[in-house]
């Protein structure tokens, strides 16, 4: 079993940049593929980025390749998601999501995930 909770969203105008975080408890969170998902009203929940559970390979979604970023800190048992450059197409409910084990090739699929957040808003104003 596997507990997340995420943090740090909130309200910035364009061009702006926020860093949520997701806590994660439970099990060995070293052991863990994270993930970050994101639904804007209206619209079915999108991929956003992926980070291996050991060798630090990640995956971005081209909408936010090159503004995003995800990393984790095994010590804090913590995943992040850097985003700079916010657009307002950016709005929406942000969700953590992890899984003990997948494929590099299947990261980006909401279905391999077990365990999951209970979202946080990020709104972006222009």
């Known amino acids: 079993q596997v507990q997340l909770v995420e943090s740090g969203g909130g309200l910035v105008q364009a061009g702006g940049s926020l860093r949520l975080s997701c806590a994660a408890s439970?099990?060995?969170?070293?052991?863990?593929?994270m993930a970050w998902f994101r639904q804007a009203p209206g619209k079915e929940r999108e991929f956003v980025a992926a980070?291996?559970?050991?060798?630090?390979?990640?995956s971005h979604a081209d909408s936010v390749k090159g503004r995003f970023s995800i990393s984790r800190d095994n010590a804090k048992n913590t995943v992040y998601l850097q985003m700079n450059s916010l657009k307002p197409e950016d709005t929406a409910v942000y969700y953590c999501?992890?899984?003990?084990?997948?494929?590099?090739?299947?990261?980006?699929?909401?279905?391999?995930?077990?365990?999951w957040g209970q979202g946080i808003q990020v709104t972006v104003s222009a």
């Open positions: 439970g099990r060995t969170f070293s052991s863990l593929f």
């Open positions: 980070l291996s559970s050991s060798s630090g390979i990640t």
């Open positions: 999501a992890a899984t003990v084990g997948t494929r590099l090739a299947r990261m980006m699929f909401q279905g391999e995930y077990r365990y």
